[in-house]
């Protein structure tokens, strides 16, 4: 045996190296050694992903930060700048802080809220009288520009109306500007004049507008519930989609106004001043309005909503009143002198209605409700009632 085992053949080194690099397990260990770095690289590459992120998630930490102060140190300037009694450093401060709220959305809003405080505290100065009767002046250029601001701002950011309210501006003359997105509620605008005005989404609630001048102004969503607007004119006005619900208009002159036309929008988004108060109507309403003596010839207003307004010597002679509203408030009231003579009344509603001391002559009512009415010595010879409703009227 031990003989045997002597002269056996001595393998080679070649031979062992050989056997070595041909064994099968090579070629599985190779794989799984790939497979490995190619997980260490890709937890690698997330390692300094999420490095990269991090440091970029406190890069713009440090420049929003930056930012904010930067925009706390631009409106603390311009803050500052208002307060001044040189003209030019306001206006300054006015047209920084117009570019701080287009910057910084956050701010946009107390922005809109100072702007309308300044125009409250530059209009209404403790102690001083209202301008006297004489020509109209114009606004306080800074004024001014505060509501040009107000009016050209972007209201997806912020409140949609600027609050104006209270404002003092008696005798001004605004005449053949754009006032946009403006509550004025409550403000003194007494003789004003308005004159080609383009007014979109202005609140003028209980706001003081006698004997304003609004020749030829264009409302657009504009809510005038409960103003004083006695011996205003409004004559050739464009009221679209404007309500005066409550208004007193005693004695004004509303000739040739129209539910459409006027002056084309500037394109600035503006927020209807009359939502989200029900729309009672496509025209102008007028519900509950004091409109005795009051003016509508040549007026051009259908569906225009008159429910329960005072109309004694009210005047809508040669006017397009189709489908307006007339009804008498649920109290019966005595019986109103009112012309509607060579009226388009067609399709309207006068149910109910004292209409002895009314003038129809030429008036269409064809197709009109007129159930209830007492028309009893009101001269019909030349009135067209063809299809009217009538329904217990009385004649």
């Known amino acids: 045996m031990r003989a045997a085992r002597l002269n056996r053949p001595k393998r080679s080194h070649q031979h062992r190296l050989r056997r070595l690099f041909s064994w099968n397990g090579w070629g599985r260990s190779a794989k799984a050694i790939a497979t490995i770095a190619t997980l260490a690289t890709g937890l690698a590459a997330v390692g ?3 490095v990269t992120n991090r440091t970029l998630d406190a890069t713009r930490q440090q420049i ?36 701080l709220a287009k910057d910084s959305a956050r701010d946009a809003n107390t922005i809109t809220r100072l702007l309308g405080a300044y125009i409250r505290e530059h209009t209404c100065p403790t102690g001083a009288p209202a301008p006297a009767a004489g020509p109209r002046s114009h606004p306080p250029t800074d004024v001014s520009a505060a509501f040009t601001v107000l009016s050209v701002r972007d209201i997806s950011q912020t409140a949609p109306w600027a609050d104006a309210t209270g404002a003092c501006l ?78 007193n208009l005693l ?16 394109g600035t ?3 209807d001043a009359t939502v989200p108060a029900p729309a009672i109507s496509i025209g102008p309403n ?45 109290k019966p009231l005595p ?35 007129l159930r209830d009415v007492d028309l009893r010595g009101v001269d019909l010879s030349s009135t067209n009632l063809a299809g009217a409703n009538l329904d217990g009227a009385k004649r």
Not at 287 to 313: N, Q, V
Request: proline share 3%; net charge neutral.
């Open 335 to 369: 019986a109103e002198q009112v012309r509607f003579d060579y009226a388009d009344l067609s399709g309207a509603t006068l149910a109910g209605r004292d209409m002895r001391r009314m003038s129809l002559v030429g008036a269409n009512l064809s197709n009109a409700d």
């Open 170 to 247: 008696e005798h001004r003359d605004f005449g053949a500007k754009t006032l946009n997105n403006l509550d004025l509620g409550r403000a003194k605008l007494a003789n004003t004049s308005f004159v080609r005005t383009l007014l979109r989404g202005v609140r003028l609630q209980e706001a003081d507008l006698g004997g304003a001048d609004l020749q030829a102004s264009t409302w657009v969503g504009v809510l005038a519930n409960l103003a004083q607007l006695p011996r205003a004119r409004l004559q050739g006005a464009a009221l679209r989609n404007s309500s005066f619900a409550g208004a």
């Open 269 to 271: 988004p503006y927020a």
């Open 64 to 99: 929003a930060i930056s930012e904010q102060g930067q925009y706390t140190d631009r409106f603390g300037k311009a803050v500052e700048q208002l307060g001044s009694d040189k003209i030019d450093i306001r206006l300054g401060g006015i047209y920084a802080l117009e570019r």
């Open 286 to 330: 007028f519900t509950s309005a004091d409109l005795t003596r009051a003016s509508f010839t040549a007026s051009r207003i259908p569906h225009a909503t008159f429910l329960f307004a005072a109309l004694e010597g009210a005047d809508f002679s040669r006017s397009d009143l189709r489908q307006a509203d007339f009804s008498p408030p649920p």
């Open 48 to 50: 300094a992903l999420y």
């Open 251 to 266: 004695e004004a002159r509303l000739d040739n106004v129209s539910s459409d036309g006027g002056r084309p929008d500037d």
